[in-house]
């Protein structure tokens, strides 16, 4: 079952900051994010894991909180190089299969 | 240094017509899989694989076969092609199963008329 991803589409302005959610209805072993630019390949992000870990990259960070089942990923001081569609991919306790939200669009104006 | 490659890069089929879509890895990567990708969808799972004559279905496997008889290619076969595939194909390798960052092919844009 995919993982329900909130928005689905957003638009900020360069500067702004933004929260994508992720979340799921079975117990997660790990989150990861990948955000896809238009006509691109997927590109990996961040991977969380059981524990609530925050990790970073550049200035998007995200968290994992496992009693609730959901992830969030936060973009501060958005940069137009921002602009894409995020995708979160859960890893269930029990199995070893990937599965990929619907995504989240997000584009940054100047 | 290659990556995750994928040919070819656009494919039109007739309904029926068989084709094996190509995925190669050069990073000596165990786990290797295949996605489609439909707008409104997101990256849906089709075939995977956690090694070398090892694979599994994923959530939408019907009507694709795919085989691993090497660490290096992992071909995804569409044995008789239909509209409702007409979609985008990514490949991703990884290290691992779990807690590894996968990489993903430049994708396959495949029309079936």
């Known amino acids: 079952q995919q993982p329900v991803q909130s928005p689905q589409a957003v638009i900020l302005r360069e500067g702004e900051d933004a929260v994508i959610n992720c979340s799921s209805s079975k117990a997660l072993y790990s989150v990861h994010w990948y955000r896809q630019k238009h006509g691109e390949a997927p590109v990996f992000l961040m991977i969380l894991l059981k524990g609530g870990e925050q990790k970073g990259h550049e200035k998007i960070s995200a968290s994992f909180n496992e009693k609730k089942q959901q992830s969030s990923l936060y973009l501060t001081a958005s940069q137009l190089s921002y602009s894409g569609t995020y995708f979160c991919?859960?890893?269930?306790?029990?199995?070893?299969?990937?599965?990929f939200g619907t995504g989240t669009r997000l584009a940054v104006r100047p | 240094n290659a990556g995750v490659t994928q040919t070819p890069k656009f494919q039109v089929l007739k309904t029926g017509q068989s084709m094996t879509l190509q995925c190669a890895q050069d990073?000596?990567?165990?786990?290797m899989s295949w996605y489609r990708q439909d707008p409104g969808m997101g990256l849906r799972l089709i075939h995977y694989s956690v090694g070398a004559g090892i694979t599994d279905q994923g959530e939408v496997p019907n009507g694709y076969n795919v085989s691993r008889s090497t660490t290096e290619d992992f071909p995804l076969r569409l044995l008789s092609a239909a509209p409702s595939q007409t979609s985008v194909y990514f490949c991703a390798s990884s290290k691992g199963q779990r807690n590894t960052e996968a990489f993903f092919g430049q994708g396959t844009r495949l029309t079936v008329v």
């Open positions: 991919g859960t890893d269930k306790s029990s199995g070893d299969k990937l599965t």
């Open positions: 990073m000596n990567h165990e786990y």
